[in-house]
């Protein structure tokens, strides 16, 4: 079984930044896909980003495009999330998840493991 723990979300302003870490256990890292996903009060959880196993692919949804980064590192078994330019609307519980299938996927039910999430506000 994989374990995946999120870290480092907070409250920032608007058009700050934030990076949000995900550790995962329990299986070879460096055969999974990872992915982030979010969802915001009263709304249903959305993709965010996406890296394949070696870190060589990455997609993003259009609305973080050119502001939110994925990436890992296999060496310490951990994907990150770098958001710059955050808007209020980004504010939401943001899960990592893994898939066992190492290629990337935007699509939740693909994924085999999740985290519990970590909040990220961002205030106007």
């Known amino acids: 079984q994989v374990q995946v723990v999120e870290s480092g979300g907070g409250l920032v302003q608007a058009g700050g930044s934030l990076r949000l870490s995900c550790a995962a256990s329990?299986?070879?890292?460096?055969?999974?896909?990872l992915g982030w996903f979010r969802q915001a009060p009263g709304k249903e959880r959305e993709f965010v980003a996406t890296?394949?196993?070696?870190?060589?692919?990455?997609y993003n949804s259009d609305s973080v495009k050119g502001r939110f980064t994925i990436s890992r590192d296999n060496a310490k078994n951990t994907v990150y999330l770098q958001m710059n330019n955050l808007r209020p609307e980004d504010t939401a519980l943001y899960y990592c998840?893994?898939?066992?299938?190492?290629?990337?996927?935007?699509?939740?039910?693909?994924?085999?493991?999740w985290g519990q999430g970590t909040q990220v506000t961002v205030s106007s």
């Open positions: 329990g299986r070879t890292f460096n055969t999974l896909a």
């Open positions: 890296i394949n196993w070696s870190g060589g692919r990455t």
């Open positions: 998840a893994g898939r066992k299938y190492g290629t990337t996927s935007t699509r939740e039910n693909e994924y085999d493991y």
